[in-house]
């Protein structure tokens, strides 16, 4: 072989690519901030996008629960104990052979049993109570200031209950308290976690920003906190609110409480996000610059951070509502008549009411389940896309 | 190597056909490799050549079939003819056994990182033992004693007691030397080195290239030598091909591909090396009778070695050891060395984003004042920090991916309070224009611009404060050959236009070579020669420069230096 041997004589100025789909712009990227990237990369993991979903529709009920709900969640009816959940059904026989539109649910027929003196229903076939939607209801004030006796779903004539999910053991809805419960549950999380934000940024931003004695001494404290065994601390702080206290009063004790302990891990994670942004160069680059401290660490390394401290956030806030459902299921934390996925949970702590009345367990514990799956997944994909520079 | 001897050297053992691969982004499909074809013969190298991107390792890798999930070859054939049985590596399974006992056992493969490609957790010789029992069916008695004789032809000194060695207790060229132990383990017809030796320091890649060259001629191997370097492929490589975005633009013999290249590309990439192998500046003479605008005097940083509550640490490593030069106004001086000799921490010491131990840093402006920056508070050292400015090494991680190019610029002129508002905007386009980039760029992020380009706004942000001296550390480093050259004119451009002085510090000697009037060679710490850019690359005085020069590989295959290096130990 002697002499070369050009293959391809045109120069190129860029690699090959072609379009994998049409419309797709690359220049809108050139001038994309993070938070524009982040979205890019976070849409693309479905599974997040759909537990985020989730997570908005929880909090959608968590705000308009008054009007959601079919009745009131103490509104009891004791001849009604225990009954099973109620089918909507769309059609009713017409009473000449055909059948027509109506939405309605069937009514109970209760049998006593002569020997255990326990109630069991069975649907009527001949008591139809129709359903509406947008029907007036027993009144209510919506976030406890605007009156209004309008609700979603319920039976037309006021005077009837409807168990779409059953009821519990006063006769109380199901499916009202459940409703209820998601405010409660789903907001002890966020103060909860708001609270733990500041102490957690704030103390492991001083630790990874300053390093040495600062660093070793709130590192020593976090390890402290963290290994206080959580539920006795909780049992006894929860024994020490006075009895007196009202409901609201608790709810809030209880998330400083929970909040206390929880910061730990999100402390920990800003130090190390600080103590391995604090060396990289374009850090040292605007302290070369004349940056004093305080524009370093608001300027430049708090908006690197932003986006995974949101994911650490969404991480922590399941952590919360499992922490608040096991201290009111243990009958330490919110008690009746505040109304939470916990206390629900308390209705359902022995085999027998699981045995006859299995929906008591089945949808608060559902409901639980999915809203912590969601976080999870939620801030799952939150933390692949919150670092939109990586790859 | 019976199997060899009946064989004639120069017979074809790897035939690339019409081999192209895509990968699948998320809007796009990039074709990154594109009918690609050559020929690998027994006892010759072929030096694939390109830039970064141009995939010069994805092809590598194609040939064993260790892509990346997103890539997917599209056509072409890989023929492996080794004992007069065909196979065409593309139609097997990526997982198949037959795919297996090729891989390492037909197949050697040296990967570029000989710090992550070793395990950790093993010693050196079970993980030679282990390729041989795999590929070679050997029992554990022969095995190791095989490995010892690897390990001794890879000139691994004292092999028997290095064998149970861990990785951590090699340094970089050993554990080269041993991943080149553990690809000839099974005895393999062709070997794939993907830049061997871009990790390692100028001395230790000699040794290696070296090394690799003689054994793959002693073994008669097939080698297929990928790397950006053409100084490497002037020195082993008997044939080449020049990639550029996925395809061969041009191949055949070396000493034609050196001499009567053909292809733009090619002439292109050669005239952007061999420029470095001279000097571009024009010494501004004279400057030795003024008083130089910076006089670094006995500086030393110890590390380690504190005495702390439980008696005295035991460990001290004196990074810098009185290191003393000046530095004239308009002048640039290099400061060379390989990996840990302390050339980076010098340049830290200066900027004080590490404290020196002892010695002084004298500072003039120019208006007949003098400061002691070793000295100097908080607000002092912002001062200085206006005049000494810093380019960094790696053009990624020192731009704040989360400001626009113009908050980037504008950062250091924003804090200090030179510019505000519209100002600031026009100032910033003026720097923007000044480092050869668009002005109306400047409302984008970090991650539109290519390494080169962000080298450039790193550049203009130094630049901004109208700094007197620029300390530039490891600025063309991370950066490939033809846009190398490019950033070393402008940076030229910049010092002649504004009058400033370099501390350049760099391990590339031609680098230093091209851009410095002088160049101080550091070894452990000390400065141990200090001269013109001339005199230290063309007649060095010291044994270690002697040997650090001759080290260099010479982009000219009819001139190789670094077989006739000298050797320095110490």
Known sequence: ?391 | MARNEQQKVDDPVLEVNDLSIDFHLRTHILHAVRNVGFTLHRGRTLALVGESGSGKSVTARALLRIIDSAARVTSGTITLDTDGKKTDLNTLGENSKEIRAIRGGRIGLIFQEPMSSLSPVHTIGSQIIEALRLHRNMDKASAKQETIELLRQVEIPDPAAMADRYTFEFSGGMRQRAMIAMALACDPDILIADEPTTALDVTTQAEILDLIKRLQVSRGMAMLLITHDLGVVAEVADEVAVMRFGRIVETGPVDDIFHAPQHAYTKDLLGSTVRLEKGATTSSGGTEKRQPVLSVRGLTKVFGGETSWFGKGAYALKAVDSASFDLHAGESLGIVGESGSGKTTLGRLILRTVEPTEGQVIYRPGDGSETDVTRLDKQGMRNFHRHVRLVFQDPFSSLNPRMTVKQIVGDPLFVTGTARGKALESRVGELLEMVGLDPAAMERYPHAFSGGQRQRIGIARALALDPKIIIADEATSALDVSIRAQILDLLLEVRKRLNLSFIFISHDISVVRYFCDRVAVMHRGKIVEIGSAEQICDAPKEDYTKALISAVPNPDPRNKRMLHRTRFTA
């Open chain 1, 1 to 391: 072989m002697s002499g070369t041997k050009i293959i391809h004589k045109e120069l190129e100025t860029a690699p090959a690519l072609s379009p994998l789909k049409t419309g797709g712009d690359i220049g809108s990227i050139a001038a994309a901030g993070q938070w524009t990237l982040i979205w890019h990369k976070f849409t693309r993991n479905k599974v997040a996008v759909f537990a985020g979903v989730m997570i908005l529709l929880f909090y959608f009920v968590g705000i308009f629960v008054e009007f959601l709900a079919p009745g009131l969640p103490d509104k009891s009816k004791p001849q009604f104990t225990y009954a099973p959940p109620q089918q909507l059904e769309w059609f009713a026989p017409d009473g000449e052979g055909g059948t027509k539109f109506l939405p309605h649910v069937k009514g109970y027929k209760m049998e006593v049993d002569p020997v255990a003196l326990r109630r069991t229903f069975t649907a009527d076939e001949t008591d139809i109570i129709p359903i509406g939607f947008f029907v007036e209801g027993p009144a209510y004030k919506l976030w406890n200031l605007i009156p209004a006796d309008r609700h979603l779903i319920g039976p037309i004539d006021k005077n009837e209950t409807v168990y779409f999910l059953g009821s519990d053991k006063l006769g109380r809805d199901l499916l009202s308290r459940l409703i209820y419960g998601t405010r409660v549950s789903m907001s002890i999380g966020l103060l909860g976690v708001c609270m733990s934000l500041v102490l957690g940024v704030v103390l492991g931003a001083l630790s990874g920003f300053y390093g040495g004695w600062v660093d070793m001494l709130i590192q020593r404290i976090i390890e402290v906190v963290s290994s206080m065994p959580t539920i006795p601390l909780w049992l006894g702080l929860a024994a020490a609110i006075p009895l007196t206290w009202s409901p609201l009063q608790v709810y809030f004790v209880i998330t400083i409480i929970v909040s206390l302990l929880a910061w730990t891990g999100l402390a920990r994670e800003v130090r190390g996000r600080f103590y391995a942004l604090r060396g990289e160069d374009f850090v040292v680059a605007a302290r070369l610059d004349g940056s004093a401290e305080r524009r370093v660490i608001f300027r430049h390394i708090l908006p690197s951070l932003t986006s995974h401290i949101l994911a650490v956030i969404t991480l922590a806030l399941p952590v919360m509502i499992v922490a608040e459902t096991a201290l009111s299921f243990l009958g330490i934390g919110l008690k009746p008549p505040v109304v939470s996925w916990g206390v629900l949970l308390q209705d359902a702590q022995n085999i027998r009411t699981v045995a006859t009345a299995p929906w008591l367990l089945l949808w608060p514990a559902g409901a639980v389940v999915v809203a912590v799956l969601s976080f999870n997944f939620l801030g799952d994909g939150l933390r692949d896309a919150a670092d939109p520079y990586g790859d």
